[in-house]
């Protein structure tokens, strides 16, 4: 079949597969493996964890990032209860509803400027505690890198994670891009998740340089509640239809990511290339509201402008109202791909 090769700044999935991921896979290929998990590769991949999340870290890799984050949730969560989120959280936004078809989940949402929560806004939606009529709150979901592109500090995280446990709440991290995270914090996994106090993380691989690979992370599994989570998680896992058979190829890339921070060295990269977009288009004049913490820029463009530049990029418009729009680098985004923006506009 002949294509056309093209690039853009939509999205950090529409980046191909890393070449070291990739070979993973194809060595992952040789020979049969016990299927369902109990195999080499996934054991390797739970040895990866420990050394790099906590020894009372277990993980249950998936297919998606919206089985990680619908799995984690349910598994956190009774019949009755309800999540804590951003309102432009994207289990709220981007999962077609599948938290409450799925698992039946109420969402209480917050608005942010920044994408980000705080205890103070969390006692916002945390109040009719026992009251029958309310859905009533387990968990407390954040992402890190949030919607808007900003990073959670470490402090900021344990001071949730600590609010959340005062008032018997689970606080779970939308990992989609944590390796972006490590790299703008400068910090490893663990310093901002395990010992931040957090119990459950959806980590990304797909964005980062995998072909299809994510996984469910519960943390300190040491606390007798986080213990229950990661017994019930198989099953769950299993309902969900989230279970592979070959699950080998899911820890091989998995594995890949995590082997001498191939993950957090694709994000740096993916950073680098979003701040030397910032500092282009804050340069040519753009508004930019928006903080380039991470590897998303988000301008405001005249209609004028959009009409031109999206025949010639794709991305995707943030904000219709506003005209603002967001422009993501990826790990393979190199800096010609950058200048033929800058130059476009």
Not at 28 to 57: C, K, P
């Amino acid at each position: 079949m002949e294509r056309k090769i093209w690039r853009g700044f939509a999205s950090d999935n529409y980046a191909g597969v890393h070449p070291t991921v990739l070979q993973a896979i194809i060595d992952a290929n040789a020979g049969h493996q016990i299927a369902y998990g109990d195999d080499e590769y996934t054991a390797e991949l739970q040895r990866l964890v420990e050394e790099q999340f906590g020894a009372n870290s277990r993980v249950f890799p998936v297919f998606n990032g919206t089985g990680a984050n619908v799995i984690a949730l349910q598994s956190a969560t009774q019949r009755w209860e309800a999540v804590i989120c951003a309102q432009n959280a994207h289990i709220h936004n981007d999962e077609g509803g599948a938290p409450e078809n799925v698992a039946g989940l109420k969402l209480w949402t917050i608005p942010t400027a920044d994408g980000k929560l705080t205890p103070e806004l969390v006692a916002t939606q945390l109040f009719d505690v026992g009251f029958v009529h309310r859905a009533q709150t387990g968990v407390i979901s954040i992402s890190n890198t949030t919607e808007f592109g900003t990073v959670y500090t470490a402090d900021e995280i344990r001071a949730l994670a600590d609010y959340a446990h005062e008032n018997n709440l689970f606080l779970h991290l939308d990992g989609a891009r944590l390796a972006n995270a490590s790299a703008a914090l400068g910090m490893s996994y663990r310093d901002f998740t395990t010992d931040a106090g957090v119990d459950l993380v959806s980590l990304g691989g797909t964005k980062i340089g995998a072909m299809g690979a994510e996984a469910i992370l519960v943390l300190n599994t040491q606390r007798e509640q986080n213990a229950a989570l990661a017994a019930a998680l198989p099953f769950i896992r299993k309902t969900s239809m989230q279970l592979a058979s070959k699950m080998r190829f899911i820890s091989a890339q998995l594995i890949a990511l995590l082997t001498d921070d191939l993950a957090v060295a694709n994000a740096k990269h993916a950073n680098a290339m979003a701040a030397r977009l910032d500092a282009g288009v804050r340069a040519k004049g753009l508004t930019v509201p928006n903080s380039t913490q991470a590897n998303a820029v988000f301008p405001i463009l005249s209609a004028e402008q959009h009409a031109k530049l999206s025949q010639l990029f794709r991305y995707y418009v943030w904000d219709q109202a506003t005209g603002q729009v967001r422009w993501m680098c990826s790990w393979d985004t190199t800096q010609e791909d950058i200048d033929a923006l800058l130059a476009a506009i």
